[in-house]
Structure formats: structure tokens, C-alpha cells
């Protein structure tokens, strides 16, 4: 066999290595499942920009990641199917890093690590994280998390700044629910239950709105300074239901059967409409609260 003869056999069984790891849909797609990953070697690298779907389930080896996303600008549509890992220590079941990933769709379970590590400005809808080691979701900043089942994880059910997280189940987490360093974020419409630690957990600046916020075993929301909380369900926390810092304003909110205070709130914040009814400790504190606006309701009379 001469030298160019040998040289276009390689390039030919190169061309179908490359055929057989990356098939390409009709509609110009990527798609990836079990055999398409043993071809590339777990975690599979996506190192180009655009648009991926799982065809089948990815159970890496022991200890390995399934898929790492080392491009910006990428979107993987998990099409109904399952991220299955386990073992070693710390390892994502998904991990980005990269602007721009988009994931939905499907499942991660049983990683030792976080189900998904998110970069800036990512997206996440439509997912069930389940039962990995770590966090379930652990996002960077401008995240938006929506639709999605984040369960019985070993850390945190959603880490992130600055994002916006919305219509989730977060649930049976250790540690926090909903924890953000910074804050930023807006957190609307979850329910947020069962976590081994504090419901929701942020720094500063942030809206709680319209959420159920119970059976943590700790307090249902800390809040530093500078947060909006509005019309929440707080209810059944082992500890206080909110405990929320200067420059707040708690507005409408169900706050009751907590264990300890219903409302722990910073004299240099203002609250009304709430109703604290039969929590395990004062009502409100401090009971002379030099910022009560109106109409707080404190177990069926107007809040001394």
C-alpha cells in the first residue's frame, strides 16, 4: 500500500469514528446516547457551539461525569431521558461553565457531585434532579431555573445569583433549599419543602413572592438585608418562619405553626397585611416595632 493510499484509509476510518460519535439529525442537531459516548469516552466533550439531544439514557463509569460542556452557546435537550452516574467523589453529572448552556427536558440522578454545574447567564426548565451527592443545581450568576423537580439532593437544592427561579418543586435538599451569597435573585412561585436545613437562604436585594415555604428543619427565610418578600405561605419551619434584615419589606404573607418566632424582622424594616397565627414564639419580634405599617394580623386580632 503506498503512502497515499494508507493516508486516505485514515482519513476514511477517521471520517467514521467522527460519523458514528456525532450523528447529525435531519433538523441539523447533535445527538448523543450510549454508543455515540463509549466512541468519544466519557464525559462526552461539547467543544463547539449549538444544539445537542440525547437519543437514549448515559450511564457513565463509576466516578465520571457524563457530559462536559467546554463551548458557550450550547443547548442540550435531554428528550426525555436519564443522566445515571455514581461513585467518586464531587463529580457533576453535567458540567459546565461556559455563558449561554441551555439543558431541559430529562433527568440526573445518583452523581457524587452536583446534578448540573452552571456558567453565567444559563438556563435550566423542565428537568428532575434527584438524589445526587451535592448540590442539585449549582448555578453561577443569571441563571434562570424553571419547571423543574430538584429532590432529596446532598447539598443545596439550587445554588445561584442573580437568577431567576420559578414554578419549581425544591425539595428534601440538606442544608438550603435556595441558596444565594450575593443575591439578586427573583424566587417566585416554588415550593420549597422538607429541606434538612433553612428553606431559602440569601444575602440581599431579592424578591420572594408567592412561594410555600415549609417543614424545613430550620427557619423558612433568611434574608440579610434589602429583600421583598410577598405573599408567601411560611408555615411548619423548626425554626423561625422569616428572619429578615434591614432595608426589607415583608408584605401578605400566611406565617404560621412555625416553631419558633413567626417573624423575625430588623427594626429598619417595614411590614403590613401579614398574618402570624400560632407559631412557637412571639408573633413578630422585637415586639415594639417602630416600622409596623398596617393591617398585621397576629393569631385573629391586629398585632399589638
Known sequence: MTRA???????????????????????????????SALV?????????????????????PVGVSAIN??????????????????????IPGIAGGPPGLVVHGG?????????????????????HITTNGGAGVDAAVRCLIEDSE???????GIIGDGCKIENNIIQGNVAVGILSVVGNNVIVHNRIV?????????AASTLVSENTISTNVKAGVICSQSCTVRGNVIESNGLEG??????????GNSIS????????????????????????????????????????ICDGAVCP
Request: without cysteine.
Open 40 to 60: 468519544t469516552g466519557f464525559p462526552v466533550p461539547i467543544a463547539a457551539p449549538g444544539s445537542y439531544r440525547l437519543t437514549g439514557n448515559l450511564t457513565p
Open 150 to 156: 430538584i429532590v432529596s439532593n446532598g447539598g443545596p
Open 242 to 251: 422569616a428572619d429578615v434584615g434591614p432595608g426589607s419589606n415583608v408584605t
Open 194 to 202: 422538607g429541606t434538612n436545613g433553612q428553606g431559602i437562604n440569601i
Open 107 to 127: 433527568q440526573i440522578t445518583g452523581f457524587s457531585g452536583a446534578g448540573i454545574v452552571l456558567g453565567p447567564a444559563s438556563q435550566l426548565f423542565r428537568m
Open 257 to 296: 405553626f412555625n416553631a419558633t418566632i413567626g417573624l423575625d424582622i430588623s427594626t429598619m424594616s417595614g411590614f403590613s397585611n401579614n398574618t402570624m397565627h400560632l407559631n412557637g414564639g412571639p408573633e413578630v419580634f422585637p415586639a415594639a416595632h417602630p416600622t409596623r405599617l398596617f393591617d398585621n
Open 69 to 90: 460542556v467546554i463551548a458557550p452557546n450550547v443547548q442540550i435537550d435531554l428528550n426525555g431521558f436519564s443522566i445515571m452516574g455514581g461513585g467518586g467523589v464531587n
Open 5 to 35: 493510499t494508507r493516508r486516505r484509509a485514515a482519513f476514511i476510518s477517521a471520517g467514521l469514528l467522527f460519523s458514528a460519535a456525532t450523528a447529525h439529525a435531519v433538523d441539523g442537531v447533535i445527538e448523543i446516547n450510549q454508543t
